[in-house]
């Protein structure tokens, strides 16, 4: 068992590039289950608000008031310079100045320019932030000024203007069922988590498995075992366990993790999506002993890594869904693994129309791809040798 033993030993060295991975990868899966499980539920976006009330009328009050119950009002000095500085880093939303003579010009139905002469905004630029309160102080202005075209005083107008604008909206989430097989045994939080496992997979056994290999596959690595007493055989079923068993390890890990920030076990269809990324995790380890094949550079791994891995999973829809890329896109998507697990998963959360039967059959294509890769590399592994076998010449 000396190169099983010897495999691990250099695995130790060569797992913290690959565990970078999976810890971030474990770091966004927790706030994505938290925000994707359990009843949606809408909640209104509150701004943080500067006001500077220059009026200091009851109608100016009454306008702050009616703010202040849906956002949250931030106390700063009126200095430019502070409040330039809180909007750059993100701790105000807007700042509104009511100007002088504001209780006045309100009842104003023909004054130009009816924003200008009320109110006095500054912000870093538009943005919905910007939108929602200049809708919401127009509609204001607006309800006030009706109400009083109407008979109403202005206390009346302003009165009736706040419990118009208080009246809450009640909003559903609309769901659509297009047919897909999706039951829930694997809900959808669990599905986001799911999607992005072929990255996590290719990248850290890119960066851990070829980094092994290489290292067996130097010429004085070689030459030492080829001269020693161990059979071929032996050397190659050792070599093949110990991927094995590295592989099975790291597919372990992810999956088991998955179910603790889930909070639950696997059952009825999510082990299918278990079996799914089993049969991605052993593309990913082929794809891995194809690139050692070439006897890359250790240097150049990672950047091989990212060209295969950012590469698939940009076009085959683990980054983007499927269903926002264009045809041409997925079409060329079709001749690569991850678009077919992509497409199993999808079609198991409920995101693409499909049955069963289409969820077999993306992870028999995945197992074409898989046997596909194995042969190649095999082919290539024949016509690279790594060594050469210390020929015994026969005396003459």
């Known amino acids: 068992m000396q190169v099983f033993k010897l495999f691990f030993q250099i695995a130790k060295k060569k797992l913290p590039a690959g565990l970078i991975y999976v810890i971030v990868f474990f770091a966004v899966c927790i706030p994505m289950v938290k925000l994707n499980s359990g009843e949606k539920v809408f909640e209104e976006k ?5 006001i500077f009330d220059e009026d200091q ?14 956002n949250t009002i931030i106390e700063l000095k009126n200095d430019p310079q502070l409040l330039l500085d809180a909007m750059y880093y993100e701790s105000v939303d807007y700042t509104l100045t009511v100007k002088k003579g504001y209780a006045q010009n309100l009842s104003k139905t023909d004054t130009a320019d009816t924003k200008e002469a009320l109110f006095e905004t500054f912000h870093l630029h538009d943005s919905y932030a910007t939108a929602m309160m200049e809708q919401y102080l127009d509609e204001y ?11 109403n005083d202005v206390a009346s107008a302003i009165r009736k203007t706040e419990e118009k604008i208080d009246i809450e909206t009640e909003v559903t989430y609309a769901t659509f069922d297009n047919g897909a097989a999706k039951d829930d045994s694997y809900p959808e939080a669990l599905g986001y988590v799911f999607r992005y496992m072929p990255y996590v997979l290719i990248s850290v056994l890119m960066n851990v498995l070829c980094p092994i290999l290489l290292a067996f596959r130097k010429k004085d690595q070689r030459y030492r075992i080829n001269c020693s007493s161990m059979k071929q055989s032996s050397f190659s079923v050792q070599l093949f366990g110990g991927t094995a068993v ?6 372990l890990a992810c999956v088991i993790g998955d179910a603790i920030i889930y909070g639950g076990f696997y059952q009825g269809t999510a082990w299918i999506a278990v079996a799914n990324t089993l049969i991605v995790a052993l593309i990913c380890a082929i794809t891995a002993v194809l690139v ?3 006897n890359p550079g250790e240097s150049v791994i990672n950047m091989i890594t990212q060209c295969i891995g950012l590469g698939m999973c940009f076009l085959c829809g683990v980054f983007v ?6 045809g041409g896109v997925l079409a060329a998507a079709r001749f690569l693994p991850f678009y077919w697990y992509e497409r199993a998963n999808d079609i198991l959360m409920g995101e693409t129309t499909g049955t069963m039967g289409d969820v077999w059959i993306c992870l028999l294509i995945e197992v074409g791809f898989l046997v596909a890769l194995a042969l190649v590399t095999m082919l290539i592994s024949r016509q690279r040798p790594t060594g050469s076998r210390i020929r015994k010449v026969q005396p003459e």
């Open 321 to 326: 869904p499927q269903s926002m890329l264009g």
């Open 46 to 50: 509150k701004l943080d608000i500067v």
């Open 57 to 70: 009328s009851t109608e100016s009050q009454s306008l702050i008031d009616s703010i202040a119950a849906k």
């Open 246 to 251: 590295l592989v099975l390890g790291i597919w």
């Open 141 to 151: 202005v607006r309800l006030v000024r009706a109400y009083e075209k109407g008979g």
């Open 292 to 294: 050692s094949s070439f």
